[in-house]
Structure formats: structure tokens, C-alpha cells
């Protein structure tokens, strides 16, 4: 259930503004208790959305990472790394 | 009885709240919405009922129905601060959804539910232009857009006339709208975003498409070409167009009075009325 939890703390960067707060202050500390891989934790920490993309995270979550810039982000960065993701005609990643 | 007396087919970007009160009433946005609104008035609604793609906020990963109805006398929203929207408290009609419910499930669809909940964007920025005073009871029917697997056109085109059947044996004269919310072809947040943006519309030609076999009421066409494949192809978010595909199903596949396509973002404004 890893990638759930992705995609659940992206979620709780819109709803829970004090999670929100702490992404923005010290994401390590407050991915700390999360039950995340060693590369999810990493891609996350990085801000690196295309791995998580390709790890199966879903986009539009992701997405508040970029809207409330967080881990690094920011609409430009953001869009940047997930453009360079190669996909098909679906969208799923290839390569 | 209850009658369904007019369709509508209405986009929902999030920031377009936002662009209407920077840009004034003369901008786009506020034309065809504005539009909209005085075709809607005109019909004096009782009730809307509107097909709708939860973006994860009504719903989550972790209980995700493919088709659920909002059954309560009001709701909250937005869930999901899009700028510049208020918090709405929007009245429902718990009887008449339960009944809809009923109805379809014994119809062989299968309906999930949901009480004591809010909304997002999806559903409130349509109706923060359409019904601002927010007088008109609205009734969300949810259908999963997003998140493969979706389900098939043609089940959601039957789902909607079902819908009608249900709602057309209401024993209260309430006059129905019936609306559809989302795109045609439209990314949010995905690789196919366009540059320096966090949407972009991969599949142009599709929401053309689209628009033309709306007004020239080619529906069976419509449908046979809305495959999975077809809707992913068009975006993350393409699956929104089985919420007017309901629509459709639900008023009878009548020919439009009009389409108005806003291309750069993948989606339209559509009127169906016949009184």
C-alpha cells in the first residue's frame, strides 16, 4: 500500500494545512512517520515527480505538491521534470 | 410528476473563478457562462441533477465507487479552495436522491452512495456562475472519470436515461435540469501538460470531434468512439466527457440549441433545451 500512502500525504497537502506548514518547513521531519519505501521517501525529498509518476503516483495529486510548493517545487519545476517523463498515446510511462 | 425539462453540458476549471473576477464581465469566461445562466434561469429549475467527476476529494483511493448519488438536504463545498470560490452551502433534495437511487439500483446499476459530504471545484464552480444565490437544490450523481478502469460510455449513456426513468417517476411536479461537468480532452498535472503550465489538452482533434457530434447529434457515433482507450488518450482527465454522455442519456439525445467550444481548454458550454 506504499504508493497509496503517496498519494494520500499529496492530498493532505491540500487539506491539512498544518501537514501543509510542515512539508514547507521540514518535509524530512514531517515525512518522518510515514509508512513510505526508502525510494519513495528519496524521490519525494528530491522532488523528483517523474520517478514517482512512474512509480505509479497518481499526477493530479501530485500536483499540490507544485501548487503549494512543496519539497522543492514549484509550477515551473514541476512541469519541467513531469514533461520529461516519456509516456505513450495513454500517458503511461515507457522506457 | 417530475419532468426533465433542459440539458447542460458545463465546464469547471478551477481558476476560472478566479480569471472572471480579474478580468471583469466582458472577458470569455464570464460571456459563456453568463449565457448559460440566463438559458438556465429561463427554465426555472426546481432541481439540477449533475453528472460529475469527483477529483479525489468527495471520494479517495481508498473507497472509490465507480457510480455514486449525494444524498443529503445540503452539502458543503468547495473542498479543494479553488481561488476565489466562497464556501457554499448548496440545498439538496435527500428524498429525490434516495429515490434516484433506489430507482437505478433496481434498475441494474449498481450505485454507491454518500452522506453528510462536501464537494469540490468539479461541482461548485459551474453553479458559483450559474446558480450563485445558490437557491436551486442540486443533487451530485458521481461518476469515476479519472481512475482506470472507467466505465463504458454506453453504460453510462443507459445510466443517465435510467436516471430520467427514476426521476420522471418522482409523484411531485418538480422541473429537472440535467448537467454534465468536465472536459473533453484535458491533462492536469501529467506529462502531457503543456509547457510552463499545469494543464494542457493532448488531443486537440478529439474535442473537436467532440463538439461536432454534439451539434450534429451523431450521439451513437459519440459513443462508439468514447473507448477507454479513447478517453485516457484525450487526457487524465478526458474520462469527463461520460458526464455529459449521461447527460445525454438523461434528456433523450436531443439536438443542441448550442455547443460553444473554448479549444485552448479542451471543453465547451452546451445548451439543450425544448419547451
Known sequence: MSIFAVNHLCREVLRDHAFRAAMKSDPAKALAPLDLSDDERRALLAGDV??????????????????FEVCGLNLKIYNQRMRAVKVDEIGQPVG | MAQIVAGFGVPHTPIFPHFVKRDGPDCEIA????????QLAAERPDLIVMFDTDHLNTFFLDSLPIFAVGIDRSFKAPNDEPQDVPNYIVPSMLDVAAHIRSAVVAAGFDVGMTQN???DHSVIVPLHFLTPDMTVPVIPFFISGHVPPLPSAQRCHALGRAVAHAIES?????????????????????????PGRSDGVPDPDWAMRVVNYLEEQKIDRLIAEATQHQLLKAGNVG??????????????????DYVAPQMQNGHAYGVWRWN
Do not use: H
Open chain 1, 50 to 67: 517523474g520517478t514517482l509518476y512512474r512509480m505509479g503516483v497518481n499526477a493530479f495529486l501530485m500536483n499540490y505538491l507544485a501548487r
Open chain 2, 31 to 38: 460571456k459563456l457562462f453568463g449565457a448559460q445562466k440566463a
Open chain 2, 117 to 119: 459530504y462536501s464537494v
Open chain 2, 170 to 194: 418522482w409523484p411531485v411536479a418538480l422541473r429537472v435540469v440535467i448537467m454534465g461537468s468536465g472536459s473533453f480532452s484535458l491533462e492536469v498535472g501529467g506529462p502531457r501538460m503543456a
Open chain 2, 239 to 256: 474520462g469527463e466527457l461520460l458526464n455529459w454522455i449521461a447527460m445525454l442519456g438523461a434528456i433523450g439525445d436531443r439536438k443542441p
